[in-house]
């Protein structure tokens, strides 16, 4: 089974941008669809981005559609998410997740992931 290490979060100005990795380990990283979950202090954990086992399809919460990209290379077993013009409600700790049943899709339910990383923090201020 993968293993999820999430990095690149950080504290940036509102319009700024960040660049978020999700390294996976061991050669089934390409078996599963990726996504990026996000979680903010007193709310539930919310779908940000989704990406195919081939990375040719792409989903995104309509929250961010226009500033985040997801993409993968499985090459390196990582996924990025390039998330620009940063908001305020934007910050959350940000958690990657992998799906073997959803590989063609990905999925906003947290219930069909099998793996998740750790989570790294992401804060925008105003």
């Known amino acids: 089974q993968v293993q999820l290490v999430e990095s690149g979060g950080g504290l940036v100005q509102a319009g700024g941008s960040l660049r978020l990795s999700c390294a996976g380990s061991g050669r089934t990283f390409s078996n599963y669809a990726m996504s990026w979950f996000r979680q903010a202090p007193g709310k539930e954990r919310e779908f940000v981005a989704a990406?195919?086992?081939?990375?040719?399809?792409?989903y995104y919460a309509d929250s961010v559609k226009g500033r985040f990209t997801i993409s993968r290379d499985n090459a390196k077993t990582t996924m990025y998410l390039q998330s620009d013009n940063l908001k305020p409600e934007d910050t959350a700790v940000y958690y990657c997740?992998?799906?073997?049943?959803?590989?063609?899709?990905?999925?906003?339910?947290?219930?069909?992931?099998?793996?998740w990383g750790q989570g790294t923090q992401v804060t925008v201020s105003s």
């Open positions: 997740a992998a799906s073997a049943s959803t590989y063609y899709t990905g999925s906003y339910i947290p219930n069909q992931y099998d793996v």
């Open positions: 990406i195919s086992g081939n990375g040719r399809n792409t």
